[in-house]
Nanobody, 123 residues
Framework: QVQLVESGGGLVQAGGSLRVSCAAS????????MGWFRQAPGKEREFVAA???????YYADSVKDRFTMSRDNTKNTVYLQMNSLKPEDTAVYYC?????????????????WGQGTQVTVSS
């Protein structure tokens, strides 16, 4: 089992920045493929970013060049740095994990999910 706990969400003005974190426990973190997804009110959950344990990142077109995903294997934590935020980035952000070494962009492939953290961008 893998436990994931997100933190760092909040309210920010459009154009601002925010960093959300996801702490993992229960498995060797370096063997986990990690991803970020988000779900806005009334919409389906969508892919945001993903990375494997070393190198190799992939971003949704809507966040490319604004969001940066990183991981610290010594702290068992992944981060999502969000810059130039827009009101349409408002959503609950979830991190996800799977014991696999490649990059995973499909929601249904992930085995473990955090509880989510709310990010609200005001105009």
């Amino acid at each position: 089992q893998v436990q994931l706990v997100e933190s760092g969400g909040g309210l920010v003005q459009a154009g601002g920045s925010l960093r959300v974190s996801c702490a993992a426990s229960g498995r060797t973190f370096s063997t986990l493929s990690m991803g970020w997804f988000r779900q806005a009110p009334g919409k389906e959950r969508e892919f945001v970013a993903a990375m494997r344990w070393i190198g190799g990142k992939y971003y949704a077109d809507s966040v490319k060049d604004r969001f940066t995903m990183s991981r610290d294997n010594t702290k068992n934590t992944v981060y999502l740095q969000m810059n130039s935020l827009k009101p349409e980035d408002t959503a609950v952000y979830y991190c996800a994990a799977k014991e696999r070494l490649d990059i995973i962009t499909v929601e249904g492939v992930y085995d473990y999910w955090g509880q989510g953290t709310q990010v609200t961008v005001s105009s």
